[in-house]
């Protein structure tokens, strides 16, 4: 979530990393499955933020949890974020695009490379440059997950119920969903048929884009962060302190 700062650093909004469970430096504690994880993340937010106003985003399996802590403490939340989400946990049940590479840069040569086959699987952009942000951005938090846990959470990675279900009123903070038009992980149609439920929701497919969006279009998903903390300014009303919970 890193690459995001050059959206958010002039702001005056603390920022909080939460690093989920099989992080190489996170708790490392046990997780039956993604209900607890979820549920770990709530609780650390509680212990951290009491009753204090604040807005959550998260990317990928953190696009649940962040879609789960919103709807959990939704009182105290002033608006969310999701990019590449998953929306339908089930990877079978998904709808998907076809797996397709929109550019690949013929002098980019990466084969011997550390992290090459797992940017390979997933870039749409095949650029130098988003090589060298996968490299320094995702490849370090793969390079140092904890497998066992991992393969444990994704026995169970359903949510006890998906977050819109459970909490079926609409949300009406301010939030943010992001997809990418080739995302071949998460896809984007599960989570556009979520739309009515988040009536002050800004969503968007982004061509050219795959499940690492936020590094292959950079500017535009900056942009929309900040068009969202905004908006989320606007919805509160100038001079509230605020903290932004970055999962």
Do not use: C
Not at 140 to 168: S, T
């Amino acid at each position: 979530m890193l690459p995001l700062e050059s959206a958010l650093g002039d702001l005056a909004w603390r920022r909080i990393y939460l690093d989920l469970p099989w992080a190489e430096h996170g708790s490392r504690k046990p997780a039956a499955g993604t209900q607890e994880v979820a549920d770990g993340v709530v609780q650390e937010i509680r212990d951290r933020l009491g009753d204090e106003p604040f807005a959550v985003i998260g990317n990928s399996f953190g696009g649940m949890v962040a879609r789960h802590v919103a709807h959990t403490l939704k009182d105290q939340v002033l608006g969310l974020a999701t990019l590449a989400s998953v929306f339908t946990a089930i990877h079978e049940d998904r709808i998907l695009p076809p797996r397709q590479v929109i550019h690949r840069d013929p002098a980019l040569i990466h084969a011997a490379a550390e992290g090459a086959s797992d940017f390979a699987d997933e870039a749409v952009l095949q650029t130098a440059g988003t090589f060298a942000a996968f490299s320094e951005f995702v490849f370090p938090g793969l390079r140092g997950a904890d497998q066992a846990l991992m393969e444990q959470i994704a026995a169970d990675y359903a949510l006890d119920a998906e977050p819109e279900l459970a909490h079926p009123q609409p949300f009406e903070a301010p939030s943010l969903h992001i997809f990418g038009r080739q995302d071949h992980v998460t896809g984007y149609e599960d989570g556009w048929a979520a739309r009515d439920h988040y009536p002050r929701g800004t969503f968007t497919v982004l061509d050219a884009a795959g499940h690492n969006l936020h590094l292959e279009r950079p500017g535009l998903v900056s942009a929309l962060v900040r068009d969202w903390i905004e908006r989320v300014e606007i919805h509160v009303g100038s001079g509230l302190p605020a903290s932004a919970g970055l999962s």
